[in-house]
């Protein structure tokens, strides 16, 4: 942790809402200096609370959000001197989304009220969560067929079940309670701001124009939200809401108000201190990484969003087909902002080391168990555990592609782009009694790369060129196997943003022109940015083989889609 603090007297909060934790950056607004941060974790989440994964249900409580919002906080600024605190100039916000949650008419999310404390279906339904999966091929069957206008036209043509009016017509559906208590809808990205600032009238919170177009259907040739004869046709238990929702959205360079007198004293700093409009974490992050036209950022974690800007006169009328939106402003203002993704792409790892520790736990513990402690019995789980994936990984990258003889879907969690499919689940075609885990392994990361192909292809269909690829993320930092390959595959060399913090410091970097320290987001990233940590340059031997089996993996897509999607 740096706390070598210049002379400047101007400095930035970035608040980054993930899906695990909450992250606070301070920031030196003249230089982009990042002077401290601290991580605070969701401890209802962490214990598994309100959530099934067995039925892809995510929901998270917005007490861990408090909770976490004034922890990470009071511990970024903690080590820091005190003049720091009294020079707050802003503090920009970013989370994940969609991740709405239903709200009373005071705004109060119901989950804080003591009659729904424990109601998974009162909270904030994460973005991963997919339980609405056909609530969404509803949606989306009804925007084909209803006789008027296409809402999806402006979000790939597909509407998905990680999003808002998914997400919504399903609890309404499902929680009869939920339905006759809930007055309106809030994003997580647009709640922070309105409690931060004390504006929790559900008719006046600013509402974040990258939520709101990425998500919710929102667009001007509309007049904002589809209207309610498309809502109704859908289902009639969406009837009414649209007008308790809202018609206005803004952009993250605009102000959502000022810090509340309260919320000051709870984070012992100034009250009135300007706090952005929300938005979401992957195009916080395309931000605090450098995009600009022409570039592709990857945060690359449990899952991956890809995030591009076009300029208006590029993208003109076309709609994009088969990614997750095209937004006027919602990366950086003035520009289209382009969203894609795959659901699942570190948590693929993940579920293969969880395949390989599976004797681990049930087996090897259980004879140690009653010769050593328990605590010494999960320290030596955790530590081979830990092992799994760099051993898999030093293993898998002494194989040449031409060796594996595997080819992998990388659909575990489904399909976000192209074409989102929520339906689709994952394959390994080609096993023998000779193929070994660093083989599978190999495959599912050759798998997840093959995808990230996928959508730049689909970019490039587009007409939206992409010279240069930046990476952020926990698999960009830490994982130089699966970065290589993903090199080869697409062909491109990729850089890594130099920022662990890339997503907070973009939060921070909108906070600047909000704020008005800087005039424009471009200005912003001129002064703020930090630059790349490493380049990672394609094999041209490997780039040649993966050429080829790229196109088995879109042959095997294609073969078995329809199979997949019923399974």
């Given at each position: ?5 210049e ?6 909060l ?26 605070s ?19 998270q409580?917005?007490?861990?959000y408090?909770?976490a ?5 009071q511990e970024a ?6 003049n ?11 989370t994940?989304?969609s ?27 994460l ?33 998905s079940?990680?999003?808002f ?10 929680d ?5 208590a ?14 931060l600032t004390?504006?929790m ?11 709101a ?8 040739d ?17 009837k ?13 360079d ?5 810090l ?13 201190i300007?706090?952005t ?12 990484a ?6 592709l950022?990857?945060?690359i ?9 076009a ?12 990614i ?6 919602s ?11 795959q659901s ?18 049930n ?5 140690l ?12 789980a955790?530590n ?11 293993e ?41 885990s660093?083989?599978i ?7 997840t790369?093959?995808g ?7 970019l ?14 926990g ?36 906070a ?20 790349f940590?490493?380049?990672y340059y394609?094999?041209?031997q ?19 889609e ?6």
């Open positions: 942790m740096n706390t070598n603090i002379s400047d007297n101007s400095y930035l970035g608040l980054d809402f993930g899906t695990d934790s909450v992250r606070c950056l301070v920031v030196n607004a003249t230089t982009g200096k990042e002077l401290s941060s601290h991580v974790y969701y401890t209802r989440w962490i214990e598994g609370k309100y959530c099934e994964p067995s039925i892809n249900q995510f929901r409580h917005p007490l861990d408090i909770e919002l004034s922890k990470s906080i600024l903690k080590p820091l001197p005190s720091i605190k009294e020079n707050i100039s802003a503090i920009g916000i970013d994940t989304g991740t709405p949650a239903p709200i009373d008419k005071d705004g109060v999310v119901l989950a804080l009220r003591e009659d729904f404390s424990d109601n998974p279906n009162s909270m904030f339904i973005w991963k969560d997919h339980t609405s999966v056909e609530e969404a091929y509803y949606i989306n069957k009804v925007a084909k067929n209803w006789g008027g206008e296409d809402f999806t036209k402006y979000v790939g043509g597909v509407y079940s990680e999003w009016w998914a997400k919504i017509l399903h609890i309404l559906k499902a009869e309670n939920v339905r006759k809930a007055f309106s809808w809030v994003e997580h990205a647009d709640w922070i701001p309105a409690l004390g504006n009238n559900p008719i006046k919170i600013k509402r974040s124009r990258c939520a177009g990425h998500k919710a259907m929102w667009h001007e509309w007049g904002g939200l589809p209207p309610e004869e498309f809502l109704v046709s859908v289902d009639p238990v969406l009414g809401l649209r007008s308790r929702l809202y018609t206005k959205t803004y952009t993250s605009t102000l959502a108000g000022y509340s007198k309260e919320w000051a004293q709870k984070l012992t700093l100034k009250e009135g300007p706090v409009v929300g938005a979401l974490d992957a195009h916080m992050g395309a931000v605090g450098g995009v600009k036209e022409g570039s950022v990857k945060i974690g449990t899952s991956c969003c890809d995030i591009a800007v300029k208006k006169k590029q993208v003109g009328n076309r709609t994009i087909k088969g997750c939106g095209q937004v006027d402003g990366v950086i203002p003035g520009m289209i902002g382009l969203e894609a993704g699942s792409f570190g948590d693929v790892y993940s579920w293969f080391k969880d395949i390989v520790a599976w004797p681990i736990q087996i090897f513990l259980t004879e168990s009653s010769k050593l402690g328990k605590d010494d019995i999960q320290k030596i955790r081979i555990e830990d092992k799994i994936i760099p051993t898999l990984s030093k898998a990258s002494n194989i040449s592609p031409k060796e594996v003889f595997l080819i992998a879907l990388d659909w575990l969690n489904g399909r976000r782009t192209p074409y989102a499919e929520q339906k689709l689940k994952g394959v390994i075609a080609g096993l023998t009694l000779g193929t070994t660093p083989k392994f190999r495959s599912l990361v050759e798998a790369c093959f990230s192909k996928a959508i730049i292809d689909r490039r269909e587009e007409k939206i060129d992409i010279k240069e690829v930046i990476a952020i993320g698999v960009a930092t830490k994982s130089p196997f699966v970065m290589q390959v993903l090199s080869d595959i697409l062909n491109i060399p990729i850089k890594v943003a130099k920022s662990p913090q890339a997503v907070a410091l973009g939060a921070a970097m909108l600047a022109v909000a704020a008005g320290i800087y005039p424009t987001v471009e200005e912003a990233q001129n002064h703020m940015l930090s630059g940590s490493k380049t394609p094999d041209f490997n780039a040649k083989i993966y050429k080829e089996l790229y196109e088995r993996y879109k042959e095997l897509g294609l073969l078995l329809n199979y997949l999607r019923e399974l």
